[in-house]
């Protein structure tokens, strides 16, 4: 078996490794049903049903008032004392669907109530009904966010505060992977994910301390209701992109062709909430970008969203490398390029034995074939034989594949750092990549990765019998990395040059 070969193989594994890590890498989730008497420790104790999330009818006419905060802007509305938009002014994003309302107020799953609207000085207030027994206000006391208290008269038996709408899909051109990572989360004594259980509709009944809807960049989190009777979740229609359906959303499916790795996990679901008591609500609202620090900053738990699994550690050291680099170049394209550079210092040493082994390698070529010609009946001696040669020109055949092996969980915390951290979302580089989380629109880059890898296939492969995998390698590497993030394809395009470079200089005897 070849180095090129094993060195294909082993980046193979690490796209089979991305796959079963991008699949395995989230919090474990519990039972799904407790039966009426067992007693559980677990947090889940509700049970799934195949009802469709009702949106309800808002009212023809309606107030709205504009409130602008140093970090958001929110629009209330006096139907359902609900909010309209909920605009997050660092990244320009409104996560509330067009046309669509949060927490709106209702007393029966059918009926939004139409309050009265009085503005205070830092705060919204509605009231409903002739003694204005029904109340509702809004404080904005949080930098990201609000306080509700909805107070209600002993006469009313249940109200309803519904999320049934969602969050939005923020990165239109890049919704299915914005939609693999929309799920909900449930804090009491731990944070558990929710996503698995809600088939259609899921209640649950236990104890939470708070309540976390996320879409790939923003966590909405509903805190304080540990006095909240019963939570109902829903799964949402398809998404269907703008023009093909109502606002984004549709029970059609959700149509795109796609290539290469970039939809390996395909797409998701998005999910909405109800929540129901008998008695008042008093809870804090707050939209966060989903950054390790800034949500572990709160000590509330809320990082557990973006741990990142095994990995996480690594993935977040990485960013605070890029982070670092940024500040100095304010440019994450150069980051990437730097980073690549100082990997590839790193393992050096390494990447040296590795290629001085390929060499090695293919000056016993023909003593190795003239071996295994000579004992083709019998492999034990063959064994030996190779071994000696082996021995004899100082050849460890198994060399080539250690620099690979040490590398893949750098290259897989890499890959989450790149297209999950929101410092990458929308940031350009040069020219026509304006956005490194999503792929290279005109494929650029990992064309030019393949011809790289095919310059440097062609300049280390003496042997012609491998001429053909030679060729279509490069092609296959094409293919999986054409709907990478470019991020992703910048760097392994950066490190494709220094390994060329490093093969150049090596061969040569530069460095001994």
Known sequence: MSDRFRTTLAFLLIIGILVFWSLMSKPKTVADKISPGEKSDTLLTGEKTTEEPLSPVMPAAFDTVVIDKENYRLVLCSAGGSVKEFYLKEYNVDIIPQGQYLFITQSNPEEVLDFDMEVADDSVVFTYGDEKSLKKVYRFNEPYGFQLTVSVPETLKQQILDLKAGMRITEEKNANEDLRHFNIYLKNKKVEQLKKKVKDKFTYTGDVDWLGLRSKYFLLVINNLAKIESINFYKL??????????????????????????????????????????????????????????????????????SGGLLGPISRLFLGIFNLLYSLFKNYGLAIIIFAILIKLIFFPLSR???????????????????????????????????????????????????????????IALYQTLISSIEFRQAPFIFWITDLSFKDPYYVLPIAMGVMMLVQSLLTTIDPRQRFMVVVMPLFMVFIFLNFPSGLQLYWFSYNILTLVEHIIIKRGGIK
């Open 237 to 306: 229609p398809k998404y269907q992109p703008p023009g093909e359906g109502n606002a984004g959303l549709s029970n059609g499916k959700f149509h795109r062709s796609a290539f290469g790795c970039y939809f390996m996990r395909g797409g998701g679901d998005r999910y909405g909430a109800e929540i129901i008591t008998s008695g008042n609500i008093d809870v804090s609202v707050l939209l966060l970008p989903i950054k390790y620090s800034k949500l572990a900053a709160f000590k509330k738990g809320y990082e557990a969203v973006s």
């Open 353 to 411: 034995q590795m290629i001085k082994s390929q060499h090695k390698m293919q000056l016993i070529q023909p003593e190795l074939k003239k071996l295994q010609k000579k004992y083709k009946d019998d492999p034990q001696r063959l064994n030996q034989e190779m071994m000696h040669l082996y021995k004899t020109y100082k050849v460890n055949p198994f060399s080539g594949c250690l620099p690979l092996l040490i590398q893949m969980p750098i290259f």
